[in-house]
């Protein structure tokens, strides 16, 4: 059996080893000068490879119930069995999986060990331009002269989350020749762009924060530590955010939020708060009174924003203006108006639908066509759970092209 991988991401390495432990004779053809180049950056360099809390809300897709049928075929246990197996020591951090080196450039080098050891052929710098169908056998179409000939073809392509300017993702136009029904990628897990002019002054804060994303049909909160930068608002309770906010942004064109910088003091706590500092700071200005309640940048922001002088004496400020601002801590309002580029995302929401391929990733409308990874219509939260499926797909398209499914 010859099979074809294009694309040599995380699924199509782990495809192509498990389908040539099987004993099919494999390529991977990759775009890229080397394989797994976006291994090296995930998990801040130390590659949050899986995660052991496996539940619904952990995953997005059109198609749930199908995702989640996938997933039986190779869940976490037997991903960490596959990594212990070829040669990667993991730990455990509340959940979350890495390599004992907390090193991702540990996880691809024993990938590409891997690759070598199974006879994995591998061809660098090679874009595929076309894939057809042509008397029981696939031609996979490059800037070379001579097409590629294979029995069966697993599309591991990826999506258009993290490539470079002037580079394209030809995965959905790939599988589009064969009609398979797709939805348009956007940026997920991705920073959001906000249009309020006062972000200048906040770049660079840092914070523990609850961030509400309010769309006309429910209201999103994530918390975690919040990244303030010159265009908007960043980091991983953003990141969790910010595919809704790509989903509904291209038909409501703003959408509110409210930033929450005292998300473990309760309001009526905070307000005993004010009220007491009122009493015994009366004879200090207002930027001293706020001092060590928030970052004094963002004091400075919610002072300027309530029309109060930093130099302004608390005993000559009503007692509203001191709580409105006191409230503007927990409800800080900011209009996103849209994301970053695909560039800046760490993976892309839509892909493939899930109802368009088998519960063994075999396109429905292509018999020996296979689909994996990013490419499918499904995007986890932060903290290994896009690598999980990641490694899931690879393994259970590597497997079924092989010609065995168990």
């Not at 710098?125 to 894939?131: D, H, L, N, P």
């Not at 136009?173 to 906000?194: E, M, N």
């Not at 018999?367 to 999980?388: F, H, I, M, S």
């Amino acid at each position: 059996m010859k099979i074809g991988i294009i694309g040599g991401g995380a699924s199509g390495m782990v495809a192509a080893i498990t389908a040539a432990q099987c004993g099919s004779q494999v390529t991977i053809l990759e775009q890229n000068e080397r394989v797994g180049n976006k291994l090296l950056v995930t998990g801040n360099g130390k590659c949050n490879l899986s995660n052991l809390h496996m539940t619904s809300d952990c995953y997005h897709s059109d198609d749930p119930e199908r995702l989640w049928a996938i997933f039986k075929q190779f869940p976490v246990p037997d991903t960490l069995a596959f990594f212990h197996r070829i040669g990667l020591l993991t730990k455990e951090k509340n959940g979350a999986v890495y390599p004992w080196c907390e090193q991702a450039s540990a996880v691809l080098d024993v990938l590409r060990f891997t690759l070598d050891r199974s006879h994995v052929t591998v061809e660098n710098g090679c874009r595929v331009t076309a894939v057809k169908w042509k008397e029981g056998r696939f031609l996979v179409h490059t800037k070379k002269d001579c097409p590629y000939e294979f029995d069966r073809i697993i599309l591991s392509c990826g999506s258009a989350a993290g490539l470079k300017k002037g580079t394209k993702e030809n995965g959905l136009d790939l599988a589009g020749l064969f009609s398979i029904k797709q939805i348009p990628f956007t940026p997920a897990l991705v920073q959001l762009r906000c249009k309020e002019k006062f972000f200048k002054a906040l770049a660079g804060v840092r914070c523990q924060a609850q961030i509400t994303l309010l769309l006309k049909e429910e209201k999103i909160q994530e918390t975690g530590e919040l990244q303030l930068t010159d265009y908007g608002i960043s980091g991983i309770p953003v990141f969790q955010l910010s595919r809704y906010a790509a989903k509904a942004l291209p038909r409501e064109k703003e959408l509110p939020a409210v930033i929450d910088f005292l998300p473990q003091t309760s309001r009526k706590e905070w307000s005993e708060i004010l009220l007491q500092r009122r009493k015994t700071l009366c004879s200090c200005n207002a930027e001293q009174f706020f001092t060590g309640t928030v970052h004094k940048k963002i004091a400075g922001a919610i002072l300027k924003e309530c029309n109060i002088s930093p130099t302004e004496s608390i005993s000559d400020l009503p007692e509203q203006k001191i709580m409105t601002a006191g409230r503007m801590c927990r409800q800080f309002p900011v209009t996103v108006t849209g994301t970053n580029a695909f560039a800046q995302a760490q993976v892309c929401a839509g892909g493939v639908r899930l109802t368009e391929v088998t519960d063994f990733l075999e396109a429905k409308k292509r018999k020996g066509l296979y689909l994996t990874g990013e490419l499918l219509d499904a995007d986890g939260r932060c903290g290994g759970y896009n690598l999980q499926w990641a490694w899931s797909t690879g393994i259970i398209a590597g497997r079924a092209a092989a010609g065995r499914r168990i």
